[in-house]
């Protein structure tokens, strides 16, 4: 069975471009909003995969990437809490989008952690 930061990485990496598409379709006002999510799913993709094949850089990269969503993940989740408007700009409730965006928070950190640790244990 894959570890959990491994099969996370594939999970999430897949599931954040989906997400932002289906939340924002068409509406490219903050265009560096809509891409981020695309940015942090290919390295976590990237990353997932480097492993998988167990190339040299693989464990190092997953920490980066998962690091790499840690710090996006910040702005956009406390971003959400702090937001007044009472829906999100894909319809749903803003606490339903903080909810999501939290779990995805959390996943985040707890596999950036095990990613560092599981990468210093192997030294």
């Keep these: 069975?894959?570890?959990?930061?491994?099969?996370?990485?594939?999970?999430?990496?897949?599931?954040?471009?989906?997400?932002?598409?289906?939340?924002?379709?068409?509406?490219?006002?903050?265009?560096?909003?809509?891409?981020?999510?695309?940015?942090?799913?290919?390295?976590?993709l990237f990353a997932a995969i480097s492993v998988s094949r167990h190339r040299a850089y693989g464990r190092p990269l997953l920490a980066g990437a998962w690091g790499v969503l840690c710090g996006g993940l910040y702005g956009s989740f406390f971003g959400q809490v702090r937001a007044t408007s009472p829906s999100d700009i894909s319809g749903l409730p803003n606490g339903a989008v903080v909810a999501i965006k939290g779990a995805i928070f959390a996943v985040a950190i707890v596999a950036f952690v095990r990613s560092v640790v599981s990468d210093r244990d192997r030294r």
């Design 1 to 44: 069975m894959p570890k959990f930061e491994v099969a996370a990485a594939y999970l999430v990496g897949t599931l954040l471009p989906i997400l932002e598409v289906l939340r924002r379709r068409t509406n490219f006002e903050n265009f560096e909003s809509y891409v981020d999510d695309f940015i942090g799913g290919g390295l976590l």
